[in-house]
């Protein structure tokens, strides 16, 4: 029984498990970094916290952070924006943003992976490719879900859930990318991570 539990083990090291939460609690900080909008939306920090995670922890951790976060504010721990919690606000209207996040991380985690110990070029490609598609599939997840919960289509969903926000992500994507291979690179020529 504990070999089958062994194999099915992600293997994490305590040094993955530290990174891990060290994220988890980042992005539950940066989600408390949050501003209003009428349609109910809010510019949030956590856009620019959760492709940092899959960009300097890699694909893996990376998700698993995010999925951790997740998983406490499912719970109930006010780590939502504006310090919410509970099935209600990943249920609500603006919970498909919410569960698309491990989506996010993992493709930004991807492109790092992938374009780690390549040329510059390759990695101005790959990185901001992950974090624009990652940004895309968050749109469209928000975008299907607030639509299920208030019958709005795709059309004023779009107009009030994204358009607001184009501008100020492209901003967090830029400045993720840059920060996060910077940290990662960093962090592994110091064996850190």
């Given at each position: 029984?504990?070999?089958?539990?062994?194999?099915?083990?992600?293997?994490?090291?305590?040094?993955?498990?530290?990174?891990?939460?060290?994220?988890t609690?980042?992005?539950?900080?940066s989600?408390?970094?949050?501003?209003?909008?009428?349609?109910?939306?809010?510019?949030?920090?956590?856009?620019?916290?959760?492709?940092?995670?899959?960009?300097?922890?890699?694909a893996?951790?990376?998700?698993?952070?995010?999925?951790?976060?997740?998983?406490?504010?499912?719970?109930?721990?006010?780590?939502?924006?504006?310090?919410?919690?509970?099935?209600?606000?990943?249920?609500?209207?603006?919970?498909?943003?919410?569960?698309?996040?491990?989506?996010?991380?993992?493709?930004?985690?991807?492109?790092?992976?992938i374009?780690?110990?390549k040329?510059?070029?390759?990695q101005?490609?790959?990185?901001?490719?992950?974090?624009?598609?990652?940004?895309?599939?968050?749109?469209?997840?928000?975008?299907?879900?607030?639509?299920a919960?208030?019958?709005?289509?795709?059309?004023?969903?779009?107009?009030?859930c994204?358009?607001?926000?184009?501008?100020?992500?492209?901003?967090?994507?830029?400045?993720?990318?840059?920060?996060?291979?910077?940290?990662?690179?960093?962090?592994?020529?110091?064996?850190?991570?």
């Amino acid at each position: 029984m504990a070999q089958k539990a062994k194999k099915l083990s992600l293997k994490l090291k305590i040094r993955d498990i530290c990174f891990i939460s060290v994220f988890t609690a980042v992005i539950a900080v940066s989600a408390q970094v949050s501003v209003p909008l009428p349609g109910g939306v809010p510019v949030t920090m956590q856009t620019f916290a959760v492709p940092l995670a899959g960009i300097i922890l890699g694909a893996k951790r990376g998700a698993l952070a995010v999925f951790i976060y997740i998983l406490l504010g499912a719970m109930g721990v006010p780590i939502f924006s504006m310090f919410r919690g509970g099935f209600g606000v990943i249920f609500g209207a603006t919970g498909g943003f919410i569960l698309a996040f491990p989506l996010v991380a993992l493709l930004a985690g991807i492109a790092a992976d992938i374009s780690a110990n390549k040329k510059r070029v390759i990695q101005s490609v790959l990185i901001p490719a992950g974090l624009v598609l990652g940004t895309v599939i968050n749109y469209t997840g928000g975008i299907l879900m607030f639509c299920a919960i208030t019958s709005m289509n795709i059309n004023e969903a779009f107009a009030l859930c994204v358009a607001p926000f184009i501008l100020p992500d492209i901003l967090k994507i830029i400045l993720a990318g840059g920060i996060g291979v910077s940290a990662r690179t960093i962090l592994v020529r110091n064996k850190i991570l």
